[in-house]
């Protein structure tokens, strides 16, 4: 390949990973005007364009000099722009190669290639990474073995144990039928699972009866699809007899705001669901509209693994006096996210954007929700292969406190 044209598209890859270019790009919540000339008052593009180039040069040539192998300079444009998400020191803003963006947008619609599980971070002195929040009912992770609390040291012969989340996730997703070995971490005991990647289909929300009047709805996280199951399920469970409601959000990971916020607006009067705040203090509210059509009494269930949408659900309800959260501090996930395709190319950035504050203006990032009634789950229910509804002690709690 020629030099200059290496360079040229190594340095336009860097670039765009960092300035953005100009005008309207798309994202997968809304769409994201920024400033015409794309930078940060004050920043020279010029300068950093010179310097960016100057030190890639440099780079390439003491590879082209000195490098044994062959070089694979896709994977090095791959490598550079993961890097200069990575130097922002934010786990949540990652850089997605073609594919990996291909798979990032089906996931949010509830389908894509994977082993069927949801993941959330480690939180831990000694790891960082990922850990396995739920394996969803009939997924291959299922099948295999792999539970609740197996953090993962290596996917696909890569070290994850200090991975961010997006990029250990990324690696789990692949090709339809495909192969990943995985080694997790349970207890002090070290685990390796060889998983099938399928197409899953995630049913986000599961409801049921758990008394005669009472319904339970569980979300497992906030996708595209999530809005239209809970309005299927609570519908049905209306038909059954459901004049109370456990919204169960244990384990959620979060997702879309929209999403989160539809489900809002079906219990809150016309009034402020969440809004965000960017770096130049510009705000964008997400307000219920519908005045509140269901106004049946309500708790909601949270725990340490609650986090980001799941968390604005909560946040809401709590600061309206619409329910009673039961449980544990949520995770504190306070800001948000926005997923750009990168102008002209197959590849994108998610990058945070804003942070995100309840109706009582408090941004819960690095906190976490404080439930109305703190109720931490029972070691017994946490060692049992088959919990039942009777070992859950926190949702007996939530039954407890609406049949008062």
Same mark, same amino acid.
């Given at each position: ?6 360079? /040229? ?8 990973? $960092?300035? &953005?270019?100009? %005008?309207?790009? @798309?994202? !997968? ?104 929040? /739920? ?8 099948? $295999?073995? &792999?539970?609740? %609390?197996?953090? @993962?040291? !290596? ?124 770096? !130049? ?124």
């Amino acid at each position: 390949m020629d030099n200059k044209l290496f360079l /040229k598209g190594l340095i336009c890859g860097v670039l765009l990973a $960092v300035l &953005l270019g100009g %005008g309207v790009f @798309f994202a !997968k919540t809304l769409i994201f005007d920024r400033d015409p000339d794309g930078v940060v008052e004050g920043d020279d593009p010029k300068t950093f364009d010179e310097k960016a180039l100057k030190q890639i040069q440099l780079l390439r040539d003491s590879i082209r000099s000195s490098y044994l192998y062959e070089v694979d300079e896709q994977a090095m444009l791959d490598e550079i722009s993961r890097g200069v998400m990575k130097s922002l020191g934010d786990p949540y803003s990652v850089y997605y190669t073609a594919s990996e963006y291909e798979d990032m947008l089906n996931s949010t619609d509830g389908t894509y290639y994977g082993i069927g599980v949801s993941v959330v971070p480690v939180n831990s002195e000694k790891l960082t990474g990922a850990k396995v929040n /739920k394996a969803f009912s009939g997924s291959p992770a299922e099948e $295999v073995g &792999l539970e609740s %609390g197996d953090i @993962f040291l !290596k996917i696909a012969g890569t070290d994850v144990s200090k991975m961010s989340l997006s990029d250990a996730a990324a690696l789990i997703r692949g090709e339809l039928n495909s192969y990943v070995d995985i080694v997790i971490l349970r207890g002090s005991e070290e685990l390796n699972f060889h998983v099938q990647r399928r197409k899953i289909e995630i049913d986000t929300v599961i409801g049921k009866m758990v008394t005669d009047d009472i319904g339970y709805i569980y979300v497992a996280e906030f996708d595209t699809i999530t809005y239209d199951q809970f309005n299927k399920i609570f519908a049905d469970l209306k038909k059954q007899g459901m004049k109370k409601l456990v919204l169960d959000l244990r384990g959620n990971p979060g997702g879309l705001i929209r999403s989160a916020s539809d489900i809002c607006d079906k219990f809150l009067d016309e009034g402020m669901i969440v809004y965000t705040k960017d770096k !130049k203090g510009r705000s964008n509210e997400y307000r219920s509209k519908t005045g509140g059509d269901e106004k049946l009494p309500m708790v909601v269930l949270v725990d340490g693994n609650s986090a980001s949408a799941s968390e604005i659900v909560a946040g809401a309800l709590q600061a309206r006096n619409r329910a009673k959260i039961i449980g544990t501090t949520t995770y504190g996930k306070g800001i948000v996210q926005q997923v750009f395709n990168l102008p002209g190319q197959k590849d994108g950035i998610k990058v945070t954007v804003s942070s995100y504050f309840t109706p009582a203006d408090v941004c819960i990032h690095g906190i976490g929700i404080k439930p109305d009634i703190e109720v931490e789950l029972s070691e017994d229910y946490k060692n049992k292969k088959d919990p039942t509804d009777e070992d859950d002690n926190q949702l007996q709690a939530a039954i407890q406190e609406l049949m008062k």
